[in-house]
């Protein structure tokens, strides 16, 4: 890719450095207020990159980068640095804890009212959500990791007793998220004869077989599925009957805890645990949102440091199986049948027969992030990539809008999601999401990471290459925002509103794909066999030629070989080292000692003809 990950990394940093933190305060808040979840992926700009990338580490003073301190100057030097986000961490974590010790995950100002002229009420504005539970598991598992290195480098008291409070503080919460991952889950059976059955088996069949027939394989290709939900055992989802093979079902995360959803049996100390009103429906962007969230509990850093005490890792086992179950189900339904994929069916139909762009992507990323954990074959990357770059033309990324253009709609104000089960303490509730570039940004980075094909790869990063260039020009670029996102008004000339502050909801997960993007420029470049059959040969061939010259080159006294000759046979072994990895390189090294031979060669037989 052109885009340079470190580069703008630290740009990012710089600019929520300077808009968060202004004249010794920091400010909480972007364009949507302050809240559990943009509070959260406020500290997650800055935390993310911390903890994932190694030349990002802000826990250990003495080996802050340069160019890291530079763009972080506004926050203060290498020592100062830790220990305001000590503060402001802390800050986070005793906000959203409530007085009886629950740790707080409500969407506050992100719910917003379904008609206009409604109102929000304060309970509803307390409601717990997925996308809180999510963020805040990351965002734990960060600062767990940051404390338990910085405590390190500390030795004053007064700061190691704060670590510990937050080590505790930050611990109960991953606790009560994790728990209330599970409170969220749900799985909803139903008849094949209904709308949301016939709703189903429309969107998988796509060649037009009789239903029957579709039905009967449907049921045997998820048979896993409802084996593995049969056998939950804890936690919402756990009660539904699924005996009964007759019926088709479905399974993800609802918007928040599920309405009646039984407490969770743990020795954990989180607090009471709050009843929920979520409909007991699975929510595509809360599903796929959920699962991204999740995957950082299994990381290898997660593991490596020993983030999760016993109990917690209790959880994490009932929240991967889930995980597991859920990927599994929404890959089966998407890539059902031999040719055409019911996800090449742009826009994806949901059970309740809704149809959108967003939902098409909601659904690919999933099948993306399944075909990331499981190495997908080159053909499933050709469907995706197919997928991907026509999701990217339906929505105006790579393509021209014009005035009037419904997709625009997509990008701002967003896509409405309706929260069925928020008018039991109010008005309907509905979550708007406006995260489709940057999510089918970082969808297309994962599947470009995964791809052992060369054409297939090219393809990705070229179209990934293409949403950067539209992402990137809805940065602020004047104003205390420069450098933000979100300014959708630079690109679509039917968007006259223009912003005044971030919204820390877009910026975070352009964060997460530079992360993602400067991760994936670490990995080993991928090797084409022709060429690694090529390095060997014309290894062997320089090879030969060094031994020629070896033998018949005169030694000059008290040398074993000559300077020339000892620099082409480290070259030599360089390629040999490197050959299988780095075919082209070793290429270029061989190519180089031939030359040299040559030269060696045709020196020797000057002056052969000059005698």
Same mark, same amino acid.
């Given at each position: %890719?052109?885009?340079?990950?470190?580069?703008?990394?630290?740009?990012?940093?710089?600019?929520?450095?300077?808009?968060?933190?202004?004249?010794?305060?920091? &400010?909480?808040?972007?364009?949507?207020?302050?809240?559990?979840? /943009?509070?959260?992926?406020?500290?997650?700009? *800055? %935390?993310? $990159?911390?903890?994932?990338? $190694?030349? *990002?580490?802000?826990?250990?003073?003495?080996?802050?980068?340069?160019?890291?301190?530079?763009?972080?100057?506004?926050?203060?030097?290498?020592?100062? #640095?830790?220990?305001?986000?000590?503060?402001?961490?802390?800050?986070?974590?005793?906000?959203?804890?409530?007085?009886?010790?629950?740790?707080?995950?409500?969407?506050?100002?992100?719910?917003?009212?379904?008609?206009?002229? =409604?109102?929000?009420?304060?309970?509803?504005?307390?409601?717990?959500?997925?996308?809180?539970?999510? %963020?805040?598991?990351?965002?734990?598992?960060?600062?767990?990791?940051?404390?338990?290195?910085?405590?390190? /480098?500390?030795?004053?008291?007064?700061?190691?007793?704060?670590?510990?409070?937050?080590?505790?503080?930050? /611990?109960?919460?991953?606790?009560?998220? %994790?728990?209330?991952?599970?409170?969220?889950?749900?799985?909803?059976?139903?008849?094949?004869?209904?709308?949301?059955?016939?709703?189903?088996?429309?969107?998988? &069949?796509?060649?037009? =077989?009789?239903?029957?027939?579709?039905?009967?394989?449907? +049921?045997?290709?998820?048979?896993?599925?409802?084996?593995?939900?049969?056998?939950?055992?804890?936690?919402?989802?756990?009660?539904?009957?699924?005996?009964?093979?007759?019926?088709?079902?479905?399974?993800?995360?609802?918007?928040?805890?599920?309405?009646? =959803?039984?407490?969770?049996?743990?020795?954990?100390? #989180?607090?009471?645990?709050?009843?929920?009103?979520?409909?007991?429906?699975? *929510?595509?962007?809360?599903?796929?949102?959920?699962?991204?969230?999740?995957?950082?509990?299994?990381?290898?850093?997660?593991?490596?440091?020993?983030?999760?005490?016993?109990?917690?890792?209790?959880?994490?086992?009932?929240?991967?199986?889930?995980?597991?179950?859920?990927?599994?189900?929404?890959?089966?339904?998407?890539?059902?049948?031999?040719?055409?994929?019911?996800?090449?069916?742009?826009?994806?139909?949901?059970?309740?027969?809704?149809?959108?762009?967003?939902?098409?992507?909601?659904?690919?990323?999933?099948?993306?992030?399944?075909?990331?954990?499981?190495?997908?074959?080159?053909?499933?990357?050709?469907?995706?990539?197919?997928?991907?770059?026509?999701?990217?033309?339906?929505?105006?990324?790579?393509?021209?809008?014009?005035?009037?253009?419904?997709?625009?709609?997509?990008?701002?104000?967003?896509? $409405?999601? &309706?929260?069925?089960?928020?008018?039991?303490?109010?008005?309907?509730?509905?979550?708007?999401?406006?995260?489709?570039?940057?999510?089918?940004?970082?969808?297309?980075?994962?599947?470009?990471?995964?791809?052992? &094909? #060369?054409?297939?790869?090219?393809?990705?990063?070229?179209?990934?290459?293409?949403?950067?260039?539209?992402?990137?020009?809805?940065?602020?670029?004047?104003?205390?925002?420069?450098?933000?996102?979100?300014?959708?008004?630079?690109?679509?000339?039917?968007?006259? #509103?223009?912003?005044?502050?971030?919204?820390?909801?877009?910026?975070?997960?352009?964060?997460?794909?530079?992360?993602? /993007?400067?991760?994936?420029?670490?990995?080993?470049?991928?090797?084409?066999?022709?060429?690694?059959?090529?390095?060997?040969?014309?290894?062997?061939?320089?090879?030969?030629?060094?031994?020629?010259?070896?033998?018949?080159?005169?030694?000059?006294?008290?040398?074993?070989?000559?300077?020339?000759? +000892?620099?082409?046979?480290?070259?030599?072994?360089?390629?040999?080292?490197?050959?299988?990895?780095? $075919?082209?390189?070793?290429?270029?090294?061989?190519?180089?000692?031939?030359?040299?031979?040559?030269?060696?060669?045709?020196?020797?037989?000057?002056?052969?003809?000059?005698?």
């Amino acid at each position: %890719m052109k885009l340079q990950p470190r580069q703008q990394l630290l740009e990012v940093w710089e600019a929520a450095a300077r808009t968060s933190y202004r004249g010794g305060v920091w &400010n909480w808040g972007g364009r949507d207020g302050s809240n559990s979840i /943009s509070d959260a992926e406020q500290l997650l700009c *800055f %935390m993310y $990159p911390a903890s994932e990338l $190694p030349g *990002f580490r802000l826990d250990t003073p003495d080996e802050t980068a340069d160019d890291v301190l530079a763009a972080l100057a506004g926050l203060g030097d290498a020592v100062e #640095i830790p220990k305001l986000l000590l503060k402001v961490i802390g800050e986070y974590l005793r906000t959203y804890t409530s007085p009886d010790g629950r740790p707080v995950f409500s969407g506050g100002s992100y719910f917003q009212p379904a008609d206009e002229g =409604a109102q929000v009420t304060p309970e509803q504005a307390q409601l717990d959500v997925v996308d809180s539970f999510s %963020m805040s598991v990351s965002l734990a598992l960060s600062t767990l990791g940051f404390l338990k290195v910085f405590r390190l /480098s500390v030795r004053r008291e007064s700061i190691r007793k704060e670590i510990r409070e937050l080590e505790d503080l930050a /611990s109960s919460r991953l606790s009560a998220a %994790m728990v209330g991952l599970l409170r969220s889950f749900t799985v909803r059976a139903f008849d094949p004869g209904s709308p949301s059955g016939r709703a189903l088996l429309r969107t998988v &069949n796509q060649t037009g =077989a009789p239903d029957r027939r579709v039905l009967d394989d449907l +049921r045997r290709e998820l048979r896993p599925v409802r084996a593995g939900v049969r056998d939950l055992t804890i936690g919402s989802g756990s009660q539904v009957d699924l005996d009964n093979e007759n019926l088709l079902f479905e399974c993800g995360w609802t918007w928040g805890i599920v309405k009646d =959803a039984p407490d969770i049996v743990t020795p954990l100390d #989180i607090g009471p645990q709050p009843k929920g009103v979520a409909a007991d429906t699975p *929510f595509l962007y809360f599903t796929a949102g959920a699962l991204v969230g999740i995957a950082d509990l299994f990381s290898e850093r997660t593991r490596v440091l020993g983030l999760l005490n016993d109990a917690q890792l209790t959880l994490a086992q009932a929240i991967q199986r889930r995980w597991d179950l859920t990927q599994l189900y929404w890959r089966t339904i998407a890539t059902y049948g031999r040719d055409r994929w019911p996800l090449q069916d742009i826009p994806w139909m949901t059970s309740d027969e809704k149809e959108s762009d967003y939902y098409s992507l909601g659904v690919t990323a999933m099948v993306v992030q399944s075909l990331v954990n499981s190495r997908a074959t080159d053909l499933d990357l050709g469907k995706i990539a197919g997928v991907l770059e026509e999701l990217a033309i339906r929505a105006r990324i790579t393509r021209r809008a014009v005035p009037g253009d419904p997709p625009v709609l997509m990008h701002s104000p967003g896509v $409405p999601v &309706n929260l069925h089960g928020s008018d039991e303490l109010g008005p309907n509730l509905v979550w708007v999401v406006s995260d489709f570039a940057v999510t089918l940004l970082k969808r297309t980075v994962w599947a470009a990471s995964i791809a052992q &094909n #060369i054409a297939t790869r090219e393809r990705l990063l070229t179209l990934a290459d293409q949403i950067w260039r539209h992402v990137a020009q809805r940065r602020f670029t004047t104003g205390g925002s420069a450098g933000l996102w979100d300014q959708p008004g630079n690109v679509f000339r039917d968007i006259e #509103i223009r912003h005044e502050k971030p919204t820390w909801y877009f910026s975070e997960r352009v964060v997460e794909f530079l992360v993602s /993007s400067a991760r994936a420029s670490g990995e080993t470049p991928l090797r084409s066999p022709q060429l690694v059959e090529q390095a060997y040969e014309m290894l062997s061939e320089a090879e030969h030629l060094l031994d020629q010259e070896l033998v018949t080159r005169p030694l000059v006294a008290g040398q074993t070989i000559q300077p020339k000759l +000892r620099s082409i046979q480290a070259a030599l072994l360089r390629a040999r080292s490197i050959v299988s990895e780095r $075919p082209a390189t070793a290429q270029a090294l061989i190519h180089d000692a031939l030359l040299d031979l040559d030269r060696l060669s045709a020196a020797r037989d000057s002056a052969s003809e000059a005698i």
